[in-house]
Nanobody, 128 residues
């Protein structure tokens, strides 16, 4: 079992920045694909970003809506992944979830069904 705990959410003005953290515990997550999803009120959960160890390197994946503004990273020594969010917009307002997949999702990296473990979420609110 892997437990995931997100932190770092809050209220920020348009154009501001936030950094989300996701601390993993339970077992080493070095080989896991870690992802961020978000769910706005009344909407379905959507993929934001993923970071996966592939062939000794880290592969990064982003949704088109956040590409160029968000940056995912991980610190294996701290069992933590981060999501640096810059140039925030009101449409980024959502609950952000951290997720872990024990097997590389491949072409389905943006598919929530491919992730085995989820955090409880952290609220991000961007005011206009």
């Amino acid at each position: 079992q892997v437990q995931l705990v997100e932190s770092g959410g809050g209220l920020v003005q348009t154009g501001g920045s936030l950094r989300l953290s996701c601390a993993a515990s339970g077992r080493p997550f070095t080989g896991y694909t870690m992802a961020w999803f978000r769910q706005a009120h009344g909407n379905e959960r959507e993929f934001v970003a993923a970071i996966s160890p592939r062939g000794g390197r880290l592969s990064l994946y982003y949704s088109d809506s956040v590409k160029g503004r968000f940056n995912a990273s991980r610190d294996n020594a701290k069992n933590t992944v981060y999501l640096q969010m810059n140039s925030l917009k009101p449409e980024d307002t959502a609950v952000y979830y951290c997720a872990a997949a024990s097997s590389f999702p491949g072409a389905y990296v943006a598919d929530a069904e491919k992730y085995d473990y989820w955090g409880q979420g952290t609220q991000v609110t961007v005011s206009s």
